[in-house]
């Protein structure tokens, strides 16, 4: 597994992204324009630790992955 996407980078998607960063994957994050320069600018913090990551946009159609991780919140009706 060389190529993982990650979509969405809460709690449970850091911590995953992170955990793959530490074992020697590089993996890459989907995000909108917004996120990405936020991100950039701010990184991760998992257990302490900074980690940055590449990220690219929806029209970015090059990128291809071995695996993709959904970690989202679905949205709730109340």
Known sequence: MEKVMFLGMGA?????????????????????????ARYSK????VNNKHYDYEYILPSD???????I???LTLPTNK
Request: hydrophobic share 45%; net charge negative; proline share 3%.
């Open 42 to 45: 701010d990184g991760f913090i």
């Open 61 to 67: 159609t090059h990128y291809t992955a071995d695996i």
């Open 12 to 36: 449970i998607g850091a911590s995953f992204a992170a955990q793959l960063k530490e074992g020697g994957v590089a993996p890459v994050v989907l995000c909108d324009e917004k996120r990405e």
């Open 69 to 71: 991780f959904l970690a």
